[in-house]
């Protein structure tokens, strides 16, 4: 199944790789969609046909070369399809988040100043329709799904069925060959912790190569099983999705709706994976609740077998010697714990698993690896077209993120920030030279912005964001993202936000886990109707109370941020929420804008008051805003001697 | 403004009584083809008595309800369903162990052609008839989106979710009259803006004649096309959202209400 | 002291000294123990779908094996012989639906037990005055000999009748399993036995599902009848013994088709081991008839519902 991938030096636009797969790996899957309970399969052969009746219909209602197409919408065969047609006629891909409210997406669609839109149902052309006056260069829209759009008659909506019939579908190769290497392939926003959106502007080169280093250093093959489940607007999904696919041959598959991911994985079986740090410790607490419901007998069976992994998995996994007992063991457990455990979350056959974008819990990712799961971090970027730093399979860490990725180069700055070079190195930040000055030198070195070290074998470890690393009154060093991610490691902390930055000491504001917390509840018959109701309570403000106390004390153990022990906390009334603001699209919190909204609560947390009533805005589903007020109780923990541990041992 | 083609169903002078007690009295109105058709009505009206005299679960002792053309007055409720009435119901009644899929597969039941003999022993006809089923339930649960909790028993699931598999059910049945016994009762905001666009939609997109019953009287007058309303198990009004909004028989009866 | 140690001690030292003993004891217990599982079924099936307990399920175990016996003593051939008990207990199951819980339909759970009280006794007479009231063997050319197994630890002593009722029963039990889980019909039963007015409404007809059922409940009852008849001969006192079902059904929950099957393997096991092993040595024997309805009221304390029922039943 190895084979050869094609040269890339003749290949060098997906639409040429495209081809040749149609020629060389016609009868392989490509892709796959689950359709009415049913999964499908394109072949490559049929991806190219559908790429080159849809090219035809695109060229036909006059899409350009050079003009920018927007995509929005769930991962679904015909939006991939749509790419590649936009690419086939030189013309740039925008993927836009497809949870983005309508004033979010419209600013992307303006700065871009789209032409067309392939959108996947009513929902996204609602959106669309409503903002359609601020898009002046805004052309065409076409829409997978016809449900619901039958009354829809604007003379510039087109159903993808009516499309694909439209124009010469002989064109398309003239067309592909026109493309080249150091052609824009797509421009994909980063979301932005501050600020507006940038839009990173990527060449097939940086695509075609870096998606062939992350192909060469896994050594994928034309057989990986892949789901593409994150949203489509992400480089991530771009590049190990859609450029990967195409270069290596293997097929991705489309969930059948967001809804149904952890069905679909189970079904798959993927072995190739990319997810969150989130996603896994998910996957953790799910298998903590049921194993905490389990028959006493059950659980002290997976307990034995946990502990057995804990010795030996990991050792096994990256091919280190183990004692034959511990090996018999693990055999053992494999057959009555890991493999049916593996086969629930759908990870059975994984052999590369990949998690990035914040720090993973060290616990939560020795559990993974100790099953037998090869999960790796690797530190990426959409300017990097995602390969900064990947774990080697025999060399993996939990606290940092490996060393640099074939052909890139790594450096930190004076101040600690982390700059790198590789060939995947964005071309510019569109229509906004200025950014991309500050961020891009002359000689071709990326700020990340991150606060990072490289420690003695090479391997960097991402502290915090560089211009959130901030010094308390007194001096110390405060990187709250490092406070928070700490934080987050235990079960019942979902997110947390940390404050210190010329204070005299360290406070926090926390989400509770309501999966979690609520199961606890549940099982001790406290009884709540919300996320408000349950955080609220003085039991479960008790056990917070106690992580954080704990919390501290392992802080207190090392010398750099034994300051920076959190004082007081509050649990917040409302879970922090990318619809209103709080968080950006890909779950990260957005520090100064929640400092300004709970002004009020920081104030309370510096001011020596014991409870605050909170009013805050809410922005529902349908898009809908109203107020939600709380009584929060502000509560002391319990702070622990610098170096105490030590000096207790 | 109403989209409405020929009568469907037409209710004439139906009179019903528990013993000495009258829940409805002389009720006429009829139902058109393709609108969303609302029976409000403060509690204790007659609403869902009226829906089950509609779908042969009581049996008025007087008047008439015609459907498709037909008249009749004593019909069981598998025969109301073999017409072509599916209906949900107030407190929702699902086969709480069977899974979703199951459950809409229920919904399935009168359209299965193969004899029960040959269903029983599960014989060619029948199993290429599960087949065919299956995939009308597919789209039925693609339709309501609720793909995720396939194979998850109803038991389990939220109300809101319940009350969609509910749907699913009724829906599956290929129905031309959807009855809706209070389908937003206890829904939160989101659930019942999820159940509004469903009923619109099948409305709308697969044709079905719908009638409610609803308190939410929001959620009626951006629904329906028609609304009939009833107070002491006799017609109050009957007529467009507007019209009736403006009745001063209405209003009275519903100040009435909200005191008590 | 001594008491004590007849109770605690000596039974077990007896099991470890004579373990072919045991495990004899054992298979006798099991099989009589599905033949128990069998009734127990019956009773399951249409209290599931109809909420009725049906008193005259022993009785149907009687009349199926009566029909059976007397078709085979005029002369059918016992393949045809089945078949025609099978149109027999349908038209069984038909005349019910129609002569009685049609016009019962609604009235209080108490009156159609009490319907089924009329039901057994008719049936118990009918029975007679059709086929007399001899006992009579059955002979299917079930084999009936005797194996000696040699096990490890010494040899035992196996009827080949009973391992043959043995896999009938088991085969039965998947054919019904497998039936109420993969066919339409089976979907529409377990709709009826969990919701009767979401079943109404979706357009199962209630009557025909429920002379299903009391069929499918005649076949089970035929299946027992013709095991326990093989192994006691048809006679009038099966209609008691069935009634040993009750403490299974109490064991393993009245609307759990697995909680029958154990609950009767439980029951017969249970009650030879305490026969031979506690019975016979401390109460000098024939604990065997009152053993199980000891255990169900022990079990009613503790556990109402059954080892497998759903909460506890508010029809009956």
Redesign the interface.
Known sequence: MAGALPDVAQHDTFPKLLRYNAEHRSSLAAVREKDLGIWQTWTWADFCDAVRRLTAGMKALGLKRGEKIAIVGDNRPRLYFAMSAAQSLGAIPVPVYQDAVAEEMRFVLDHAEVAFIVAEDQEQVDKILSQKEHLPALRTVIYDDPRGMRDYNEPFLHAYDDVIGMGDEGAWDGEVDLGKGTDTAIILYTSGTTGTPKGVVLSYDNLVLCAKIGADFEKLRADEVVLAYLPMAWVGDNVLSYCQAHLVGFSFACPESPETVPHDLRELGPTYFFAPPRVFENLLTQVTIRMEDAAPLKQRLFRFFMNVANRAGAHILEGRKVGIADRLLYRLGEVFVYGPLKNVLGLSRLRVGYTAGEAIGPEIFRFFRSLGINLKQLYGQTEASVFVTIQANDDVRPESVGPPAPGVELRITEEGEVLYRSPGVFQEYYKNGEATAETKTSDGWVHTGDAGVIDGDGHLRIIDRAKDVGRLVDGTLFAPKYLENKLKFYPNIREAVTFGHERDFVTAMINIDMEAVGNWAERRNIPYSSYQELAARPEVLDIVEGNVSEFNAGLAADPQFAGSQIRRFVVLHKMLEADDGELTRTQKVRRRFIAERYAPAIEALYGGDDKIVLETPVTFEDGRSGTITGDLAIRDARVSEAGGERAAA | MTRSGDILLSVKDISLRFGGVRALTDVSFDIHEGEIFAIIGPNGAGKSSMLNCI?G?YHPQEGTITFKGEERRQM???EA??QGI??T?QNI??????TTL?NV???R??K?KAS?VE??L?MLR?RQE?IAH??KV??V???L?I??I??TPVGRLPYGLQKRVELA??LA?EPELLLLDEPMAGMN??EK?DMCRFVL?TN??LGTTIALIEHDMGVVMDLSDRVVVLDYGKKLAEGTPGEVRGNQDVIDAYLGVSHD | MEILYLILIDPFVQMVDEPSFLVEVLIGGLTSGVMYSLVALGFVLIFKASGIFNFAQGIFVLFAALNFVGLMDLGVHPILAFVITIGIMTALAFAVDRLVLRPLVNQDPIILFMATIGIAFFLEGFGETLWGGDVRPVRVGIPDAALFWELGFGEILVQSADLFAGVIAAFLVTVLALFFHFTPVGRALRAVADDHQAALSVGIPLNNIWVIVWAVAGFVALAAGIMWGAKLGVQFALSTIALKALPVLILGGFTSIPGAIVGGLIVGAGEKLFENFWGVPLLGGATEDWFAYIVAMIFLFFRPQGLFGEKIIERV
């Open positions: 779908n679960f069981r409720p598998h369903a073999a599916s209906r119901f009644a699902l086969f709480k162990g069977m199951e597969m229920t919904g039941m009168l299965m029960f269903q029983a599960y029948g599960e299956r995939e597919e789209e649960i693609d339709f989106e793909q995720a396939r194979k059910r009724a049945a905001v989101e803006e939609s709308h997109e």
